[in-house]
């Protein structure tokens, strides 16, 4: 049975947190949830789906957004409740739900090694968008003496012109994430020689850190800058306390997938993004609360 959730309660966080261990054990790899963003969701909107039989949660899909305009879904379904439609069920679930929420463009990411899910976005007329490896880190990086010409310090709003100048330049379109970065994480200046030359946001879930939207100027790079301060910020999260550093990379950027794993950073998941179109109609009509 489907029930929407404006915001999870502390039975649904655990069975969705079962739910993940079971397919992450059985499929490996890892599934993008946001556990952040799932113990605080507003309670505005539909946010999270659950397919519930005899009241065990056996199927979830949710949605998370950074600007109101593109949303990302992930979802799963217990193996032992696969191949009874129950995945194309949520699917066509969410597709509504991103419709009705007025989203401009909903990305399902889909575990390469799924092929069930790329079958899902597929007949949901979904086409590839892009791709990210997922890596992580699970001991400290070797100690490297930090270059003095080269400073971190803590952004605030006021950086935002120079932050979105900088992400610009080094991934080609403008970041949507900056303010919500301030709210879920440290977002980092990275300043070389006084001059503000890349930016990271650092994040703690648990035990895990997450390194996100770290670049460097395209003219800056080459020079040691990016090396020097993932070391630092990796070591960082490290000394307080997590077991593990995780972070994302385009795929086809090979010069900073170089990087990452000349520091031990391993590849767990590639993950395919697939658009999926918002017009299509759907006769899943779901009570939804209007978008404010």
Partial sequence: MLETRTRLSEDDLRAVAALEAAVVAHDGGRLKIEWGDLRD???DHVND???TEGGRVVGFAGFDSYDGRVVEVVGMVDPAARGRGIGGALLDAAVDVCRQRGFAQALLIVP???AAGAHLARRRGGVLEHSEHALRLDVPPAPVAPDPATALRAAD???VPVLTGLLTDAFGS???HLEAGFATGRTLVVEHAGEPVGTVRLQR???????????VAPRWQGRGIG???LHRVCAQLFDEGVASVRLEVAVGNDRALGLYTSLGFTPVQTEDYHDLPLDLPLDLPLDVPPRT
């Fill in 41 to 43: 969701r507003s309670g």
């Fill in 49 to 51: 789906l659950l397919w």
């Fill in 112 to 114: 390469r090694p799924s």
């Fill in 157 to 159: 709003r006021g950086d």
């Fill in 174 to 176: 403008a970041p949507t």
């Fill in 205 to 215: 879930e648990g035990d895990s850190g997450g390194v996100y939207g770290f670049a």
């Fill in 227 to 229: 090396r020097d301060v």
